[in-house]
């Protein structure tokens, strides 16, 4: 580990002061925060100009697979702007083509291109207008327990809440309810249950739509922010039978599950799916330049082979975002980073995680793969009923206070470390959760 520089407090509070003044922060109202300034990072680490060091169990936003400072992955980023920043989506380029090839090697058969874009809320926009193009087709279907980005077309398509703010919104989403067995919509009991009584509502909201006039069903593989949901067996193949019925498109949204957040390339490889269309992002190149992407099945592609596709940004496929794309798939494979991500779900977090459940009360459910976890709290487990906001805000802080930095989504702590976190650290991880958990639960 790096030593961690000096406090410089004076720095910190000339950072805040700026950023009082003139950032305007995200999802938020801007009078009652007071972000943590950050003054570094290294591995599944990062620390602050007051001298203390975090162990980071959120990733940021789920998205620094390859943790801090990957030297092979700067050192690429800075290799490329040696050689050209920038080239408009008209040129061919090297790292732009490399990066679309690598990508394409891991994809499933029969996908071999790549549109780029800045991140996942456009990989879903553009997602959805190929369906939409490729079909002549309006209407998209996604489940309420979904988050697919703010864009203006992303925030529709969103299930959640969050879309309520952006209403009256585009039009063409429509909503379903999804498999989610502890708070089952179905009165089921069983995995199965769940999974074949999703899959009748999946159907019937289909036919009451009008399967002529659906484009596209678009799912969270494993759903991220609305509680690391891992779909039933036969679920995910079940969907994919319905839209091969009815001629629609299958778009799977891996922004946050893929690039070894579950122990693979992809979510959908651990079910043996194929979709149509993949939207990407965050775990590409860790988020160390902005990037993502819709890879198109070459049915979809072909679509265009003659007939120009209306949409286009000026920084797709930018030369350095693409080069640090390059660059992190290489290093996951040279490093066995989906190996690792795999192991650490089943030999450490996994295992610590559920033996949470037997230690406190209060936890409802354990659930999740890979490095890719959430821990449901309750107040009751009889009733299920969610711990409340305030006693999840002192859980947040009490794990900050103790040096890990947690991921909080409603009544769940979302377990989230990089890829690369070791497993030492990650059983650290865990136990400075538990300790939280005794202090504000107890």
């Given at each position: 580990m790096?030593?961690?520089?000096?406090?410089?407090?004076?720095?910190?509070?000339?950072?805040?002061?700026?950023?009082?003044?003139?950032?305007?922060?995200?999802?938020?109202?801007q009078?009652?925060?007071?972000?943590?300034?950050l003054?570094?990072?290294?591995?599944a680490?990062?620390?602050?100009?007051q001298?203390?060091?975090?162990?980071?169990?959120s990733?940021?936003?789920?998205?620094?697979?390859?943790g801090?400072?990957?030297?092979?992955?700067?050192?690429?980023?800075?290799?490329?702007?040696?050689?050209?920043t920038?080239?408009?989506?008209?040129?061919?380029e090297?790292?732009?083509?490399?990066?679309?090839?690598?990508?394409?090697?891991?994809?499933?058969?029969?996908?071999?291109?790549?549109?780029f874009?800045n991140?996942?809320?456009?990989?879903i926009?553009?997602?959805?207008?190929?369906?939409?193009?490729?079909?002549?087709?309006?209407?998209?279907?996604?489940?309420y327990?979904?988050?697919?980005?703010?864009t203006?077309?992303?925030?529709?398509?969103?299930?959640?809440?969050?879309?309520?703010?952006s209403?009256?919104?585009?039009?063409?989403?429509v909503?379903f309810?999804?498999?989610?067995?502890?708070?089952?919509?179905?009165?089921?009991?069983?995995?199965?249950e769940?999974?074949?009584?999703a899959?009748?509502?999946?159907?019937?909201?289909?036919?009451?739509?009008?399967?002529?006039?659906?484009a596209?069903?678009?799912?969270?593989?494993?759903?991220?922010?609305n509680?690391?949901?891992?779909?039933?067996?036969?679920?995910?193949?079940?969907?994919?039978?319905?839209?091969?019925?009815?001629?629609?498109?299958?778009?799977?949204?891996?922004?946050m599950?893929?690039f070894?957040?579950?122990?693979?390339?992809?979510?959908?490889?651990?079910?043996?799916?194929?979709?149509?269309?993949?939207?990407?992002?965050?775990?590409?190149?860790?988020?160390?330049?902005?990037l993502?992407?819709?890879?198109?099945?070459?049915?979809?592609?072909?679509?265009?082979?003659?007939?120009?596709?209306?949409?286009?940004?000026?920084y797709?496929?930018?030369?350095?975002?693409?080069?640090s794309?390059?660059?992190a798939?290489?290093?996951?494979?040279?490093?066995?980073?989906?190996?690792?991500?795999?192991?650490?779900?089943e030999?450490?977090?996994?295992?610590?995680?559920?033996a949470?459940?037997?230690?406190?009360?209060?936890?409802?459910e354990?659930?999740?793969?890979?490095?890719f976890?959430?821990?449901?709290?309750v107040?009751?487990?009889?009733?299920?009923?969610?711990?409340?906001?305030?006693?999840?805000g002192?859980?947040k802080?009490?794990?900050?206070?103790?040096?890990?930095?947690?991921m909080?989504?409603?009544?769940?702590?979302?377990?989230?470390?990089?890829?690369?976190?070791?497993?030492?650290?990650?059983?650290?991880?865990?136990a400075?959760?538990?300790?939280?958990?005794?202090k504000?639960?107890?």
């Amino acid at each position: 580990m790096t030593s961690i520089p000096p406090a410089d407090p004076a720095l910190d509070a000339r950072i805040r002061e700026l950023s009082h003044a003139h950032v305007f922060t995200s999802w938020s109202a801007q009078k009652a925060i007071d972000p943590l300034p950050l003054a570094g990072g290294e591995g599944a680490w990062f620390w602050d100009y007051q001298g203390r060091r975090y162990l980071d169990f959120s990733s940021q936003l789920v998205n620094v697979n390859l943790g801090y400072q990957h030297p092979a992955l700067t050192a690429a980023i800075q290799e490329a702007a040696g050689r050209i920043t920038t080239v408009a989506p008209s040129f061919y380029e090297e790292s732009r083509a490399e990066a679309a090839a690598a990508i394409a090697g891991i994809a499933p058969e029969r996908m071999n291109k790549v549109f780029f874009t800045n991140g996942g809320a456009e990989a879903i926009e553009n997602a959805a207008r190929l369906a939409r193009q490729h079909t002549g087709r309006a209407k998209i279907l996604t489940a309420y327990r979904s988050y697919h980005g703010a864009t203006a077309g992303a925030i529709a398509l969103t299930g959640e809440p969050r879309r309520w703010g952006s209403e009256p919104a585009v039009p063409g989403a429509v909503h379903f309810w999804g498999p989610y067995l502890y708070r089952s919509e179905f009165s089921a009991t069983t995995e199965e249950e769940e999974a074949t009584r999703a899959l009748a509502h999946l159907r019937r909201t289909v036919e009451a739509e009008g399967p002529h006039l659906i484009a596209a069903i678009m799912l969270e593989t494993v759903v991220g922010t609305n509680g690391v949901l891992v779909p039933p067996a036969g679920y995910l193949a079940g969907v994919r039978e319905l839209c091969d019925e009815f001629g629609i498109m299958l778009i799977l949204d891996e922004v946050m599950a893929g690039f070894g957040r579950t122990g693979s390339w992809f979510a959908f490889d651990h079910w043996d799916v194929r979709p149509d269309l993949i939207a990407f992002a965050k775990g590409v190149n860790s988020g160390y330049v902005p990037l993502g992407g819709v890879i198109l099945s070459d049915d979809v592609a072909a679509s265009f082979d003659l007939l120009p596709y209306p949409g286009g940004l000026t920084y797709s496929g930018h030369a350095l975002a693409t080069a640090s794309a390059v660059a992190a798939i290489r290093i996951m494979k040279e490093d066995q980073v989906n190996e690792h991500a795999a192991q650490l779900g089943e030999r450490t977090l996994g295992p610590a995680l559920r033996a949470l459940a037997d230690r406190h009360e209060a936890v409802g459910e354990v659930r999740g793969m890979g490095v890719f976890w959430a821990v449901e709290l309750v107040t009751d487990r009889a009733t299920r009923e969610p711990v409340g906001a305030a006693a999840m805000g002192e859980i947040k802080d009490a794990c900050i206070e103790s040096g890990m930095w947690p991921m909080v989504a409603g009544n769940r702590v979302h377990v989230v470390p990089p890829c690369v976190i070791s497993h030492e650290d990650a059983a650290d991880g865990v136990a400075l959760l538990d300790s939280a958990l005794e202090k504000v639960l107890r």
